[in-house]
């Protein structure tokens, strides 16, 4: 394999290998009650990954972290007021309901 090539092959599988991290890292925030409108981030919970965020509303949206379409954790879009999947690229609202795919779904 060129030296390019495995270059390329390493960097495009780390999303993975960071994504995997995600599931045994802590939470990135501690309380839902922290989030001002419009901020969002991943809480433990228990053993789960829960993507919270608050709209610019002010209401308060829960959700399971993980990806429909395969299971990645999602990231918060303060940008676009969305969540991101790292992985491939699917977007959900801050309700959960499915922006863009190649999930099929929203979050749970």
């Not at 939470?27 to 709209?55: N, T, Y």
């Amino acid at each position: 394999m060129p030296p390019a090539a495995a270059a390329r092959y390493l960097n495009e599988n780390l999303t993975t290998v960071k994504n995997l991290a995600g599931y045994l890292l802590p939470g990135e925030i501690r309380s839902a009650e922290d989030l001002k409108p419009g901020e969002g981030g991943i809480l433990q919970d228990g053993l789960s990954k829960v993507a919270v965020c608050r709209d610019r509303d002010g209401k308060l949206h829960r959700h399971l972290a993980h990806c429909t379409h395969l299971g990645c954790i999602v990231q918060w879009n303060s940008t676009e007021q969305c969540w991101d999947c790292p992985c491939h690229g699917s977007q959900f609202a801050a309700d959960g309901t499915l922006l863009n795919g190649p999930a099929i779904r929203g979050l749970a």
